[in-house]
């Protein structure tokens, strides 16, 4: 692709690599359609734009009636990320909430009816996308790509674009930093041929683009490089519960789709699908940060506290460090406070980081070139618990250590980030006006570009 990081400009790909890469454009172009359509038509009730977040948390909740199943089905990405709301059912009320808090002045109808409309436009979608991967499996071979490659003026940032001729419309183009493609390379089995390693990562850029289409780069934000190494000192912490092969740093990580990240090194797969023995193989402390979904969080402790009441039936050690918002009045916040495996139950059972004092990695790193850049600040106060059964004692988790590490980190970058924070006129930005220019300044690089 290019003589910074020795790949070829042309790529000569396998029958198999054809098929998955033109399945994976399909299902991005989906996915785009699906966010246009919300955007049309939000704008076409009188509201500005759609509320950060609200396509993502959609989504999120769509996939949690996957993961309540006792029995997983074979996983297809496309089931996952096009939501097929039977006709008829009923519009689904996190979307109509969310729309009505994010909306001003929009009545509980008219979000209805955007969400009624939005579950229409989606099932057709996917039946449509489904015809097409049928079409595609009897075709006798999949259709021709085009690889096309450029390089930022600083040689930081590769941009790709994938072309297949038989498909309509224009191709997206795709992003990924040096440091990021570095990352994915050295993650992907070097055994695999260099073909394979390049399809395998454009997969993977374009499944992770696809899920932050609606923009919320925070949706995929993950505690920075300073938080992970006091855990990694302190706790013995080898394994991430949320993650993916753009944002992970331990060693051993879960994340949503093991048909593109498993040859990332996501051994563990989706969380909610994890067994205590595959858990215990890897480590006895583990991170959990969930998508700030409160159906996702909810049912993440749901799921912590199966797989710590299993470890203490079997008599084995197991601990659970939880980063989450401190969102007091849900279901999930109340959980957390009140299971008996907290592991300070001498005080108040949660450690409180003041917003102010913590940063986030961006969800979006990996098409920032500059690390510095890499940070965004929290929207809220979190909270971080610590559940667990077995050999260490309460008194042995200092948190305190790990908020002065995340207020440290904080300080540290602050100033880069307050760069990007600030109106022109010095003031401080609200989170959302902070999400705005982010968008703004991504879409005027990849224009320069």
Same mark, same amino acid.
């Given at each position: *692709?290019?003589?910074?990081?020795?790949?070829?400009?042309?790529?000569?790909?396998?029958?198999?690599?054809?098929?998955?890469?033109?399945?994976?454009?399909?299902?991005?172009?989906?996915?785009?359609?699906?966010?246009?359509?919300?955007?049309?038509?939000?704008?076409?009730?009188?509201?500005?734009?759609?509320?950060?977040?609200?396509?993502?948390?959609?989504?999120?909740?769509?996939?949690?009636?996957? &993961?309540?199943?006792?029995?997983?089905?074979?996983?297809?990405?496309?089931?996952?990320?096009?939501?097929?709301?039977?006709?008829?059912?009923?519009?689904?009320?996190?979307?109509? %909430?969310?729309?009505?808090?994010?909306?001003?002045? *929009? &009545?509980? +109808?008219?979000?209805?009816?955007?969400? #009624?409309?939005?579950?229409?436009?989606?099932? =057709?979608?996917?039946?449509?996308?489904?015809?097409?991967?049928?079409? +595609?499996?009897?075709?006798? &071979?999949?259709?021709?790509?085009?690889? #096309?490659?450029?390089?930022?003026?600083?040689?930081?940032?590769?941009?790709?674009?994938?072309?297949? @001729?038989?498909?309509?419309?224009? *191709?997206? !183009?795709?992003?990924?930093?040096?440091?990021?493609?570095?990352?994915?390379?050295?993650?992907?089995?070097?055994?695999?041929?260099?073909?394979?390693?390049?399809?395998?990562?454009?997969?993977?850029?374009?499944?992770?683009?696809?899920?932050?289409?609606?923009?919320?780069?925070?949706? /995929?934000?993950?505690?920075?490089?300073?938080?992970?190494? !006091? $855990?990694? =000192?302190?706790?013995?912490?080898?394994?991430?519960?949320?993650?993916?092969?753009?944002?992970?740093?331990?060693?051993?990580?879960?994340? +949503?789709?093991?048909?593109?990240?498993?040859?990332?090194?996501?051994?563990?797969?989706?969380?909610? /699908?994890?067994?205590?023995?595959?858990?215990?193989?890897?480590?006895?402390?583990?991170?959990?940060?969930? @998508?700030?979904?409160? &159906?996702?969080?909810?049912?993440?402790?749901?799921?912590?506290?199966?797989?710590?009441?299993?470890?203490?039936?079997?008599?084995?050690?197991?601990?659970?460090?939880?980063?989450?918002?401190?969102?007091?009045?849900?279901?999930?916040?109340?959980? $957390? *406070?009140?299971?008996?495996?907290?592991?300070?139950?001498?005080?108040?059972?949660?450690?409180?980081?003041?917003?102010?004092?913590?940063?986030?990695?961006?969800?979006?790193?990996?098409?920032?070139?500059?690390?510095?850049?890499?940070?965004? @600040?929290?929207?809220?106060?979190?909270?971080?618990?610590?559940?667990?059964?077995?050999?260490? #004692?309460?008194?042995?988790?200092?948190?305190?250590?790990?908020?002065?590490?995340?207020?440290?980190? %904080?300080?540290?970058?602050?100033?880069?980030?307050?760069?990007?924070?600030?109106?022109?006129?010095?003031?401080?930005?609200?989170? =959302?006006?902070?999400?705005? /220019?982010?968008?703004?300044?991504?879409?005027?690089?990849?224009?320069?570009?």
């Amino acid at each position: *692709m290019g003589e910074n990081w020795g790949l070829p400009e042309a790529v000569p790909l396998k029958r198999k690599h054809r098929a998955r890469l033109a399945s994976e454009i399909r299902l991005f172009k989906a996915c785009k359609r699906l966010t246009h359509e919300l955007h049309r038509l939000v704008r076409s009730s009188g509201a500005r734009q759609v509320p950060v977040l609200a396509l993502e948390r959609w989504l999120a909740r769509w996939s949690m009636r996957f &993961e309540r199943h006792e029995e997983v089905p074979i996983f297809r990405a496309e089931r996952y990320m096009i939501p097929r709301f039977a006709l008829g059912d009923a519009p689904e009320q996190g979307l109509v %909430a969310d729309l009505q808090r994010g909306c001003a002045g *929009m &009545e509980k +109808q008219t979000a209805t009816k955007i969400t #009624s409309a939005l579950h229409d436009f989606a099932r =057709q979608l996917g039946e449509r996308l489904d015809k097409e991967n049928q079409e +595609q499996e009897l075709a006798k &071979e999949p259709p021709e790509l085009r690889l #096309s490659v450029q390089h930022s003026a600083d040689g930081q940032t590769l941009r790709m674009n994938i072309a297949v @001729p038989e498909m309509q419309g224009k *191709m997206p !183009w795709f992003s990924v930093s040096a440091r990021h493609l570095d990352k994915l390379q050295l993650l992907c089995p070097k055994k695999k041929s260099r073909a394979s390693r390049i399809a395998a990562i454009c997969r993977v850029i374009m499944r992770y683009d696809a899920l932050t289409l609606g923009g919320g780069a925070g949706y /995929q934000a993950a505690l920075p490089l300073a938080g992970f190494r !006091w $855990l990694q =000192q302190e706790l013995d912490c080898s394994v991430e519960a949320f993650a993916s092969p753009l944002n992970c740093t331990l060693v051993h990580y879960g994340s +949503q789709f093991p048909d593109t990240d498993a040859l990332f090194g996501s051994n563990l797969g989706n969380f909610f /699908q994890w067994s205590l023995s595959e858990v215990l193989m890897r480590g006895r402390c583990v991170e959990v940060n969930p @998508p700030f979904v409160p &159906e996702v969080m909810d049912l993440a402790v749901e799921k912590v506290e199966d797989l710590l009441r299993q470890a203490r039936n079997a008599g084995e050690a197991l601990r659970f460090v939880i980063l989450v918002p401190k969102w007091q009045p849900l279901r999930m916040w109340r959980k $957390l *406070m009140d299971s008996k495996y907290n592991e300070r139950p001498e005080g108040s059972p949660v450690f409180v980081l003041p917003q102010e004092d913590h940063l986030f990695c961006d969800g979006k790193q990996h098409i920032i070139a500059k690390e510095a850049m890499h940070h965004r @600040p929290s929207s809220f106060d979190s909270g971080i618990f610590v559940l667990g059964c077995g050999r260490r #004692s309460p008194s042995e988790v200092p948190l305190d250590a790990l908020s002065r590490v995340l207020r440290e980190h %904080a300080k540290t970058h602050r100033r880069t980030v307050e760069r990007g924070v600030r109106g022109t006129n010095g003031a401080a930005l609200t989170i =959302q006006e902070y999400e705005r /220019q982010v968008r703004k300044r991504r879409k005027l690089g990849k224009q320069s570009t």
